[in-house]
């Protein structure tokens, strides 16, 4: 299961990965980041920065980097 | 005075009623071995213990497997006495005895990043030929299989070599002609080349030793399956890959070399000595009443944007104000190849513009950058 992190300033920019304690920003070039683009694709859980899990979320991951 | 300089002699001078010839050594040449952490010394992640497979076990060294379980991964697993001339080895036992299906593979593999391997001009008409070279000793005997796979997994080379006495450590050989074709991955920080050693593959993922083929192979037809046999070793060490078509002699590179390699891809604060006890890592300034923030320089640098990971929140404590607190959350809010910014989260009582800082609580803390291919 994924979470959003926001910045200080509101923004989305970062991911939490709940079964590891794993994070990262929005980075394509990092594996973990790829990995959540791929099973949020396919259908893994996301919840934005307050834990509610995104609806969207297919639609958010497309619009990321 | 004439004097030869020879290749295979070295250099000869003539001296009073004959001539004096220096030996010929081979020159130590950075990088002449592709693989990092190939005498399997760095073990940040298990400092010794066992890890499963679907994982990296030794640094740069990962377990792939399409089945949980089936396998794991130990420094130094079994306590035999390593080759001459290493310390430490890599060691896999079975865990079960499992009948590989069609569609399942179980690797130790190791990724090459494009930077390290782009001046060998695979996928051209200049590609060079490489030579690999390993210790080797398992349980079981017979014809054992890996590959070399390009990023893409569409082109690939299994290749077979014979375990012939059970328990022995072999030296072992394989040369490789680079591929004039393929999609191989230019000098970037992405991955190039997949180096495989299987523990068992699947007729799908099997192929003729030898050759290359535009398809995904992992192993060679045929080859002997670890995971097969409950109990079974599969131990390797000096593992090397070089320009040429002649194994050499294995290039040790100094201890903090290796490390500094390894932490390109992995780089983890832990206590060293084992001990228990505080201590401060990372100094924090409070944002406001929950979030504190850290900025932090990364060096050598990393491959890329490093994810951070970490043990469990119950192994750090903050101390600020006088007070100490546990926090509720750590997580990378920026980060480049060479910084990271983090954020730790409290669940209150914090004051903006104070000053504090994250500590480990006990012998299993770690906090730990990964920017892996």
Redesign the interface.
Same mark, same amino acid.
């Given at each position: 299961m994924y979470k959003l992190?926001k910045?200080?300033d509101g923004l989305n920019?970062?991911v939490?990965r709940q079964n590891?304690?794993? @994070?990262?920003?929005f980075?394509p !070039?990092?594996?973990?980041?790829q990995t959540f683009k791929k099973e949020v694709l396919a259908g893994a859980e996301l919840q934005d920065a307050d834990g509610n899990v995104m609806t969207q979320a297919n639609q958010f991951v497309a619009s990321l980097p | 005075m004439p004097i030869t300089l020879d290749g295979s002699n070295g250099i000869t001078t003539p001296m009073y009623n004959g001539s004096i010839t220096a030996n010929a050594v081979t020159p130590s040449v950075n990088m002449k071995n592709r693989i990092i952490n190939g005498a399997m010394v760095i073990d940040q992640r298990n400092a010794g213990a066992s890890s499963g497979s679907g994982v990296y076990t030794l640094d740069r060294w990962q377990a792939l497997a399409t089945q949980s379980s089936k396998y794991t991964v130990q420094q130094n697993a079994g306590s035999v006495t390593p080759p001459a001339g290493f310390t430490n080895y890599l060691g896999v036992t079975s865990s079960s005895a499992y009948s590989v299906g069609a569609t399942d593979y179980f690797y130790i593999n190791q990724n090459i990043e494009g930077y390290n391997w782009a001046d060998l001009n695979w996928g051209s008409a200049n590609a060079k030929t490489v030579t690999l070279s390993f210790w080797v000793r398992s349980s079981l005997t017979g014809t054992f299989g890996g590959s070399f796979v390009n990023w893409a997994g569409n082109y690939s080379y299994p290749f077979s070599y014979t375990i012939s006495a059970a328990n022995t450590w072999e030296y072992k050989t394989v040369t490789v002609v680079g591929p004039s074709a393929g999609t191989w991955v230019g000098a970037t920080?992405?991955g190039s080349l997949q180096l495989y050693f299987s523990l068992g593959t699947g007729t799908t993922y099997s192929g003729t030793a030898g050759s290359w083929s535009a398809n995904y192979y992992g192993s060679a037809t045929g080859a002997v399956s670890v995971v097969g046999t409950n109990g079974a070793t599969f131990y390797i060490t000096g593992v090397q890959l070089e320009v040429g078509s002649t194994a050499t002699s294995f290039d040790y590179r100094p201890y903090g070399t290796e490390l500094a390699l390894c932490q390109r891809y992995y780089k983890r604060i832990s206590r060293v000595d084992g001990s228990g006890g505080d201590y401060g890592i990372i100094n924090f300034c409070d944002?406001n009443g929950t !979030?504190s923030?850290s900025g932090n320089i990364i060096s050598p640098n990393m491959?890329?944007?490093?994810?951070?990971?970490?043990?469990?929140?119950s192994d750090f404590t903050y101390l600020e104000g006088g007070s100490t607190k546990t926090p509720t959350?750590?997580?990378?809010?920026?980060?480049g190849p060479n910084y990271i910014e983090i954020?730790v989260v409290w669940s209150g009582g914090l004051t903006a513009g104070r000053a504090g800082w994250l500590r480990m609580t006990g012998a299993s803390a770690w906090l730990a950058f @990964?920017?892996?291919?």
């Open positions: 992190i910045s200080m920019v970062a939490f590891d304690n794993t @994070s990262f920003v980075a !070039d990092n594996t973990d980041y | 920080n992405g944002w !979030d923030y491959r890329t944007s490093p994810s951070l990971s970490y043990s469990a929140l959350g750590i997580v990378s809010v920026g980060s954020n @990964s920017s892996e291919l």
